[in-house]
């Protein structure tokens, strides 16, 4: 096989097997028993940008749409490892359509909610206002005390309530907030926001997905082969011996 070829062949093989970044989560009622896992990086809002070693997953599956509220149940993961010693206080994300309340249960018993008050549901660290977050204790924003540290998962249920009964919603920038952090070269607190999903069950929202522009090396990979391979056949032809 030409080495050119080969080597089209290869990237489109490595880009295929990489899951393209987290894209918008929509759910409805036909998607009870649905899971999706939300993988999380670290970063702080200095110099040091993204922190080697801090990284966290969210799972969340949908148990039952009933009226007006959407009900979950969810995993917290601390996964931070290399050295790195960190607590995860609260998980947030956005909704469409915007809620009206949230319940939740389990490890994270508070839940924030943007309502249009004075004080918002907001993350450090450049994210600025997010439409709820779920924290591990009562404090004026989403941050605070308690929450899971590094190799333990906390779990729990949450209802997401709207003012009145969507088809369907769409789940959004999620992120967790890092607290406690040690061995991270002075950073103490950071925020995590997604990097990649998967998604599990009737909804294919969020599943990793080759990127288009992989996909056209892929499509040049294949006809550059039939090229050559068209090319080797006349060749053939040509030199075809004559008979008597």
């Known amino acids: 096989m030409n080495k050119f070829v080969t080597g089209i062949v290869a990237m489109a093989s490595l880009a295929l097997a990489a899951p393209a970044q987290a894209d918008p989560i929509t759910l409805g009622a036909g998607d009870v028993g649905t899971a999706f896992e939300i993988n999380l990086n670290g970063f702080s809002g200095d110099s040091s940008g993204i922190v080697d070693g801090l990284t966290s997953t969210l799972i969340f599956t949908l148990d039952s749409v009933i009226g007006n509220s959407y009900n979950f149940s969810y995993e917290v993961a601390n996964t931070t490892d290399g050295g790195v010693t960190s607590r995860i206080s609260s998980f947030a994300f956005n909704v469409d359509p915007d809620i009206a309340g949230a319940i939740v249960d389990g490890a994270y018993r508070y839940a924030f909610v943007a309502d249009g008050r004075a004080s918002e549901p907001h993350l450090p660290n450049r994210v600025g206002n997010v439409d709820v977050c779920f924290r591990a ?18 779990t729990g249920s949450m209802s997401l309530l709207f003012g009145s009964s969507p088809d369907e919603i769409t789940l959004d920038d999620f992120f967790v907030r890092y607290q406690s952090i040690t061995g991270a070269d002075g950073v103490s607190s950071a925020t995590g926001e997604q990097i990649t999903s998967t998604t599990t069950g009737g909804s294919t929202s969020g599943t990793p997905v080759p990127a288009p522009g992989m996909l056209g090396l892929l499509a040049l990979a294949l006809a550059s082969l039939g090229f050559m391979r068209r090319r080797r056949v006349g060749t053939q032809a040509e030199v075809q011996p004559a008979y008597a």
Do not use: L
């Not at 204790?137 to 906390?154: L, N, Q």
């Open 137 to 154: 204790a009562i404090a004026g924003s989403c941050s605070g005390r308690g929450g899971v540290t590094e190799g333990e998962s906390g």
